[in-house]
């Protein structure tokens, strides 16, 4: 199966998460959160995704928030908005939400040009809202579960399905379409590097309010998503 | 003396309204003083987080039903508590609480809030108020306040930012630390957490 979506999806991002997959089925030891079937191995990962960080991303995302001024730091930001606008829309037309998927489109009609490239984010001023989709929802909304919490290297907290969204997310992603490869490793790690800093503020408040920083980010990302699959409107859980 | 009337002013303003506010005039009223003083106070532009908690202190925090929150965060472990032990363990969440979300106050950065349509049923004891933080350059983080009507007036019992609560995020540390060493060892280890945070200021 793997290698009918490796040639599918390319490779190299297949390989990395078959690679991921296999290490979990092996070393995975049922912990007691259901959510979390696979504790023992994402936590591990997560300690080694906190020492990456630590010694490159952050460092990296520090340098470029200290040295990029404000407006440089938003035009990127909003450039590669702008690039994901266009999948954006396609997840919500296959979430069924056509008004919102044919207002992405609108964004980037009217970003790529009057806002130069998609470096302004015109649209949002004119009251086109920023939306955020990806694969990963979309599978929530057609009915699949989530697989449980899984922790991949570097791209860090997902779950399984999550992860088979990272794949098509990837696999469309107009940056990983860039026929130069200086060009496109450039713009892999700047976008890269833009989220992370734009997540340094945070780091902060994580750091302190957590009692298991492993715990609270896990908890953090569930409730995150299952917000975003429900676009802000989540029904209440039971207490 | 100028600045004196205008606090006097204000303080007498929100007394008169106090009775009959509804909860997202409450909330908005509240951010907006808030706000003021964040832009305006040379300290808290400073990042100087003691001033952040004492202002937290004074204009937030009486608003807030900590003893629900607790419970929220601890789940159903809170029944096994003792009355006593429920109270310090809302002491010591209030704290862990009010510390680490003070210091986003120091962060900010030319951030306004949007607030959302609010429709409330003339006899809810309970509502959602929602808003939303816009920064420039960034995408808008969705702020929600659950809160209930008590005798004292409307209180938070909930603060949710991008659809993640800030409380009940806390429901599985929360529970593993009772599963493994009880009520009392979960009010150690926040205590403890209390105190090397108390300790890195310096």
């Known amino acids: 199966m793997m290698k009918t979506i490796s040639k599918i999806f390319g490779g190299r991002l297949t390989g990395f998460l078959a690679a991921v997959m296999l290490l979990v089925s092996g070393v995975a030891a049922a912990g007691d959160n259901p959510a979390d079937p696979y504790e023992g191995f994402n936590r591990a990962m997560f300690g080694v995704n906190e020492?990456?960080?630590?010694?490159?991303?952050?460092?990296?995302?520090?340098?470029?928030?200290?040295?990029?001024?404000?407006?440089?730091?938003?035009?990127?930001?909003?450039?590669?908005?702008?690039?994901?606008?266009?999948?954006?829309?396609?997840?919500?037309?296959?979430?069924?939400?056509?008004?919102?998927?044919?207002?992405?489109?609108?964004?980037?009609?009217?970003?790529?040009?009057?806002?130069?490239?998609?470096?302004?984010?015109?649209?949002?001023?004119m009251g086109l809202e920023k939306h955020n989709e990806d694969f990963g929802q979309t599978f929530a909304r057609w009915g699949a579960g989530d697989g449980g919490y899984l922790v991949l290297p570097i791209f860090g907290p997902r779950t399984v399905r999550d992860s088979f969204g990272l794949l098509v997310d990837s696999a469309v992603d107009p940056v990983s379409h860039i026929d130069n490869i200086r060009v496109r490793n450039s713009a892999t790690v700047l976008r890269f590097v833009d989220v992370r800093a734009s997540l340094l503020p945070s780091d902060k408040v994580v750091e302190e309010a957590a009692l298991d920083k492993y715990s609270y980010v896990r908890d953090a990302y569930l409730q995150r998503r299952r917000n975003l699959i429900f676009d802000g409107n989540p029904p209440k859980l039971e207490d | 003396m100028k600045r004196f009337v205008f606090f006097a002013l204000s303080a007498l303003l929100a007394f008169s309204v106090w009775a009959q506010e509804t909860p997202d005039a409450m909330v908005k009223r509240i951010t907006d003083e808030v706000l003021l003083i964040v832009r305006t106070d040379k300290n808290l532009i400073n990042g100087d987080t003691k001033r952040a908690i004492e202002l937290i202190d004074q204009k937030v925090l009486p608003h807030f039903n900590f003893q629900h929150m607790t419970a929220l965060a601890v789940g159903k472990d809170w029944r096994k508590a003792t009355p006593e032990q429920q109270q310090r363990l809302t002491a010591e969440f209030k704290t862990l609480l009010v510390r680490t979300y003070s210091n986003a106050l120091t962060g900010y950065k030319n951030q306004t809030v949007r607030y959302k349509n609010f429709k409330m049923?003339?006899?809810?004891?309970?509502?959602?108020?929602?808003?939303?933080?816009?920064?420039?350059?960034?995408?808008?983080?969705?702020?929600?306040?659950?809160?209930?009507?008590?005798?004292?007036?409307?209180?938070?019992?909930?603060?949710?930012?991008?659809?993640?609560?800030?409380?009940t995020n806390y429901r599985d540390q929360f529970g593993q630390e009772v599963r493994a060493n009880g009520i009392d060892g979960l009010i150690k280890a926040i205590a403890n957490k209390?105190?090397?945070?108390?300790?890195?200021?310096?």
């Not at chain 2, 938070?156 to 409380?167: A, E, K, N």
């Open chain 1, 51 to 125: 020492g990456i960080d630590t010694v490159i991303v952050k460092p990296l995302a520090k340098g470029y928030d200290a040295v990029a001024p404000l407006p440089v730091k938003a035009s990127v930001g909003n450039f590669f908005g702008n690039v994901s606008d266009l999948f954006i829309g396609v997840n919500n037309g296959l979430q069924g939400k056509p008004g919102s998927g044919a207002s992405d489109i609108g964004r980037l009609l009217i970003n790529s040009t009057i806002g130069i490239f998609g470096l302004f984010d015109v649209a949002s001023e």
């Open chain 2, 121 to 167: 049923n003339p006899g809810a004891t309970e509502v959602t108020v929602q808003t939303e933080v816009l920064q420039p350059g960034g995408q808008p983080i969705q702020l929600d306040y659950s809160m209930e009507k008590l005798d004292k007036g409307w209180k938070v019992y909930d603060v949710v930012v991008g659809g993640i609560s800030l409380v």
């Open chain 2, 194 to 202: 209390n105190k090397s945070l108390e300790a890195g200021k310096k």
